[in-house]
């Protein structure tokens, strides 16, 4: 079993829809959660950081359920725009510092 | 702000061959990452520097993959000699501190094994 596991999707959605992604990981001692953003053939970048009371920014909420060991993402109103593989990365203690650990991502397709 | 470098953006070489990647990290930046992607998978870390130690190398094939940082800013990621299934796309990204700050990537250096 992966670490970290994501639906791999495609998720294909219209224009405006509101649209939901978990990731669940397997090392309870996992400390610190993020969701990144990669466009095809591009390098991935933040989207937003994943805090234990949840955080929103704009159209995007995430949230962290740490009793369960997932997190979430929810697109509101989506844009074309929004395309996109999301990739859920979760940081753990690891021997002199943590470790990253990225997911397979999931993949968005928005539809006009 | 200059982001992460990376160079060559893109190499084919035949199996067997050696190759080697570039990276110079954002200025500043105490942590270096080398990932290797394939296609359809998310990034896998091979190699985490803090400054010029290795954090990190645990997936990193150490039969033909070799990685340094000289003076805690650049990097070279080898690999000596290439097999088919190391295609894939060499991602380097650089953090402030640690592995809980956020990652900034560089735009890959994409590797084709014939």
Redesign the interface.
């Known amino acids: 079993r992966k670490e ?1 596991e994501q639906d791999p999707g495609p998720f294909n959605v219209p224009e405006g829809a509101t649209v939901a992604f978990n990731c669940t990981y397997s090392n309870s001692a996992s ?2 959660f ?1 969701w990144y953003r990669q466009d095809c053939r ?5 989207l937003m ?1 994943v805090y234990s009371s949840g955080n929103e920014d704009g159209r995007f909420t995430a949230q962290l359920n740490r009793a369960s060991q997932y997190i979430s993402l929810l697109i509101r109103d989506s844009k074309l725009s929004d395309s996109a593989t999301y ?1 859920c990365v979760v ?1 753990r203690g ?12 999931t993949r968005l397709f928005v539809k006009a | 702000e200059a982001g992460v470098a990376q160079s060559p953006r893109y190499k084919i070489i035949e199996k067997r061959q050696s190759v080697a990647f570039w990276c110079n990290p954002i200025s500043g930046h105490a942590t270096l990452y080398w990932y290797q992607q394939i296609l359809g998978q998310g990034p896998k870390l091979l190699i985490q520097f803090q400054n010029n130690g290795v954090v990190d190398d645990s997936q990193l094939p150490k039969d033909r993959f070799s990685a340094e940082r000289l003076k805690g800013v650049d990097s070279t990621l080898k690999i000596q000699p290439a097999k088919l299934e190391d295609s894939a796309v060499y991602l380097c990204a650089s953090s402030l501190r640690d592995g809980t700050d956020t990652q900034y990537f560089g735009p890959g250096t994409r590797l084709t094994v014939l």
């Open positions: 970290v400390q610190s993020f591009k390098e991935p970048k933040l950081s990739l940081n690891n021997t002199g510092g943590f470790k990253t650990i990225f997911g397979a991502g």
